[in-house]
């Protein structure tokens, strides 16, 4: 299995809502993503774990918690969001959390905030 | 801070012909580029990267050059076809970071 996997493709949620974003890897990658994308733009960092371990959060609001319970999956909780959040939400994977190494991209979850 | 700049934002380009799409970063201590491929609605996908320590390099249709002393990389693809269209982004990331940071990204468009 060479390929990041996401769900849900889609998602709209109210600002009361809570949510999650899920994110499966399988080939063995210790290193982890969460980019938000918005129209026109490139992918924007969020988090990043290395060996399951928390090791970047660029500044991302509490309303986003990401988790990873385990070496291959990743999950993104949503909670109290604003419209602004609305965007693409991109996983991605690495063997490790090194500077040179290939980040391999899922197909993203769209996510739309009323 | 780190930054990438990208060139230029949009493309357009008659089937056949060449097209080439430049970047310029910033930090010195960068030392992977790599380029991604973004069709509309979908997923980034690598398509070629370059490390420091080579000057060119090629896969098929697409080539990445790499001048260091000028902190310039570029993408070339050659004998342009309609799935070409996309938009592309360059990067850089080094090795001690675990970011890379994009440039803006170019909207290419082959013409059949």
């Known amino acids: 299995d060479t390929e990041v996997t996401q769900t849900p493709k889609h998602l709209v949620m109210g600002m009361t809502n809570k949510k999650s974003l899920k994110c499966e890897q399988h080939?063995?990658?210790?290193?982890m993503y969460w980019y938000k994308q918005k129209a026109k733009k490139p992918p924007e960092l969020m988090f990043v774990?290395?060996?399951?371990?928390?090791?970047i959060n660029e500044s991302v609001p509490s309303r986003f918690s990401p988790e990873c319970p385990n070496s291959s999956l990743l999950n993104l909780h949503l909670h109290a969001l604003q419209p602004e959040d609305s965007a693409l939400y991109l996983c991605a994977s690495s063997q490790v959390a090194a500077g040179n190494t290939e980040q391999f991209f899922g197909p993203g979850t769209r996510l739309t905030v009323l | 801070g780190e930054n990438v700049e990208q060139h230029p934002s949009t493309l357009s380009v008659q089937e056949g012909d060449s097209a080439v799409i430049k970047c310029t970063y910033s930090?010195?201590?960068?030392?992977?580029f790599p380029w991604y491929k973004q069709e509309l609605g979908k997923r980034p996908q690598l398509i070629i990267d370059?490390?420091?320590?080579?000057g060119e390099k090629k896969d098929q249709r697409i080539a990445v050059t790499l001048n260091k002393t000028a902190k310039h990389f570029s993408l070339h693809i050659t004998e342009t076809q309609p799935e070409d269209s996309a938009v592309y982004f360059c990067a850089a990331n080094k090795r001690s970071s675990y970011k890379l940071i994009f440039g803006s990204g170019t909207r290419l468009l082959v013409r059949p």
């Open positions: 930090d010195s201590a960068s030392n992977y």
């Open positions: 774990y290395s060996y399951e371990k928390l090791s």
């Open positions: 370059i490390r420091s320590n080579v």
């Open positions: 080939m063995g990658h210790r290193a």
